[in-house]
Each structure stands twice: as structure tokens, then as C-alpha cells.
């Protein structure tokens, strides 16, 4: 497996990351654990060094199993989580299939870390991302309180999810931000507008999540897939069986390329996404270890610079249809 590092920061990776949060959160009923275990120690065996998860997925069940899965390979493995909603009973805890209160005053990120050290099985939290930005909390507050957690041994690195360029710039004077996660794939290609550049000024790592599409640049879903009713998917516009339909054209663009590269369109995607820069390291989901095999052969898929073109070409001509999120979600984002 090749590495990569994020950003300036020091941080080595594997090339390719896994996200956790489908195990356990979001993609219906929660996956065997037993089964989950067996898959985290299998991406282990095969290179893969970089783990996504957060409290807010299950809530709190996906860093158990992560770090009963990796405690005994800790020294083999970077684990990122995340911080910034309210899990108070009170609270609206799905996370992204509701409206999730959000909550990243200083006293309850240093909480909030705590229990996910215990969770994790861990000394130190190697990436702590802000999961969605706090409008209440100054993020300098946020930044700031990070930094007492690094100076304190606790966490080893800072990241910001689904943040904008105002605030990654105000939170890196702070305390330098490694890595920034946010949704980008040839389906959502916003950070090209102006996140790009500014993480490549900075020297901040990006890391993208749903790199797939949610699923959907993998093929293998049409206009005539059921969702289980647990399944956010359900909730979002994009994934209404006319949209499916409509953006089919982007599967059939994927599965020229991959015929001819003798890959499948799940690899072009993750492999467009490895040539966009040498800094970006995308986090696929799985509960399956032959799409964990699929996803990591993406790597040593070549895409040449003509190859790259051609998509971008072809990709310009296809207009999506459908909202990412539904619109409630869509506010949850940074400026």
C-alpha cells in the first residue's frame, strides 16, 4: 500500500483510508460486529493505516468497535474521530439523518475526548476533528481548546470536517489544522471552487469523505434499489429514483473508462480522486471485504493526464440532479 502524508504536517497515511461509520450508523441496521472486527484486522493485514470514526456514529457504538477491532494493532494505525454534537438524550442524536444539535464549547470537547480515548482503547486521539462547525463558538475557542488537548498528550493532531475557507484560516492561526474532511467525489466537486487551494497555501491535508457517492459511483446502484427505511439515504434528494435515474450518465462515463483500464468504476473514482493531488487521501466505506479489495486496488490504477481530460470533459457535460443534503443538513456546513 503506498503512503501519503497529509499536508505539512508530518502525518503519514496509507493512500487510501477506511470510514468506518456505515458498520455501525446510516446505512441501515448496524453490520455484525463479530464480522466488522474480522474487516477492520483484514484492512490492517492489507496496508491500510487510516480509520475514520466519531462519536456521533451509533451513537458512541462505531469508536467501541473501532477500538476493539485496532487496540490490539495500535501501533500499526492512525484513528481519527470527531467531536461537536450534543449526545444529551434531549438532543436529536442520528447525526446526519436528523438535525443534530451541535455543541462545541471548549469544556465539552475536552469531555468529549476523555470518552473517546476510553472507547477507542487509546492514550492519544491521532486526529480530532471538529465535525461540523459550531456557529455558537468562536472556532478560535475551538482551536484553542485542541491545543490544550496536544499540549496535554491527548491528542496528537487537529482537523476540521466540512469547514470553510474563513474558518480553516481563522482556526489554523490557532492551532495548525493537518487535515481537512470533506464530502468530494466526481459527483460533488464544490471543493475545487476554493477549498483546494487554500489547504494547498496552508499546507493542510484533505481528506475526502464519500468518495463513492455514497454508493452511488460504484455501479451497482440504479433507479430500482430499495433502501432499507434506516438508511439516510432515503432522506437525501439525490437519491430519489429520478435522480438515480438522471445521473446514470456519470456511471456510464466510469464504466468506459473502466473497461478500457480493466478496472471497475468504483476504482476510476477513487483513483481520479488520488491523481486530483499528491495530499488527498479518500476515505471509502465498506462492510465487505471484497469491496475493501476492490476499493484498495485503486491505487495502482494509472490514470494519465489525457485520461484525466477526458473525464473532466465528459464529467462538465453531465449535470447532477438533486441536493446533497436536504436543505437543513446543507446549513450545517462551514463558511
Excluded at 489547504?199 to 452511488?216: A, D, Q, R, T
Excluded at 464504466?255 to 495530499?279: C, E, G
Excluded at 485520461?307 to 437543513?328: C, F, M, N, Q
Aim: a neutral charge; aromatic letters at 6%.
Amino acid at each position: 500500500m503506498q503512503k501519503r502524508k497529509l499536508g505539512k504536517s508530518g502525518l503519514e497515511v496509507s493512500a487510501l483510508g477506511l470510514g468506518c461509520m456505515g458498520m455501525s450508523f446510516s446505512y441501515g441496521p448496524p453490520a455484525d460486529k463479530k464480522e466488522m472486527i474480522s474487516l477492520l484486522r483484514a484492512a490492517v493485514e492489507r496496508g491500510v493505516t487510516f480509520f475514520d470514526t466519531a462519536e456521533v456514529y451509533g451513537p458512541l457504538t462505531n469508536e467501541e468497535l473501532v477500538g476493539e477491532a485496532l487496540s490490539p494493532l495500535r501501533d500499526q494505525v492512525v484513528i481519527a474521530t470527531k467531536f461537536g454534537f450534543d449526545l444529551n438524550p434531549k438532543a436529536d442524536p442520528r447525526g446526519m439523518t436528523g438535525a443534530p444539535a451541535l455543541d462545541s464549547r471548549p469544556e465539552h470537547i475536552k469531555q468529549v475526548a476523555e470518552a473517546s480515548l476510553k472507547r477507542l482503547k487509546i492514550d492519544a486521539i491521532d486526529l480530532f476533528y471538529q465535525h461540523r462547525v459550531d456557529p455558537d463558538v468562536p472556532i478560535e475557542d475551538v482551536a484553542g481548546a485542541v491545543k490544550e488537548l496536544i499540549q496535554e498528550g491527548k491528542v496528537k493532531h487537529f482537523g476540521l470536517s466540512e469547514a470553510g475557507v474563513q474558518t480553516i484560516r481563522r482556526a489554523h492561526a490557532v492551532q495548525p489544522v493537518t487535515a481537512v474532511q470533506s464530502e468530494y467525489s466526481l459527483w460533488w466537486r464544490r471543493p475545487e471552487e476554493e477549498l483546494l487551494s487554500t489547504l494547498e497555501e496552508l499546507g493542510i491535508g484533505f481528506v475526502p469523505y464519500s468518495p463513492l457517492g455514497k454508493g452511488f459511483l460504484t455501479g451497482k446502484i440504479d433507479e430500482k434499489t430499495t433502501f432499507d427505511s434506516s438508511d439516510f439515504r432515503t432522506t437525501l434528494p439525490r437519491f430519489t429514483p429520478e435522480a438515480r435515474r438522471a445521473n446514470h450518465a456519470l456511471i456510464d462515463l466510469l464504466a468506459a473508462i473502466a473497461d478500457r483500464k480493466k478496472a471497475t468504476p468504483a476504482q476510476i473514482a477513487l483513483a481520479w480522486l488520488l491523481a486530483q493531488k499528491p495530499w488527498i487521501v479518500p476515505i471509502p466505506g465498506t462492510r465487505k471485504l471484497e469491496r475493501l479489495d476492490e476499493n484498495l486496488g485503486a491505487v495502482a490504477v494509472e490514470l494519465t493526464s489525457e485520461d484525466l481530460r477526458e473525464i473532466d470533459s465528459a464529467s462538465a457535460k453531465i449535470t447532477v440532479e438533486g441536493a446533497r443534503y436536504p436543505e437543513k443538513l446543507e446549513k450545517l456546513t462551514g463558511r
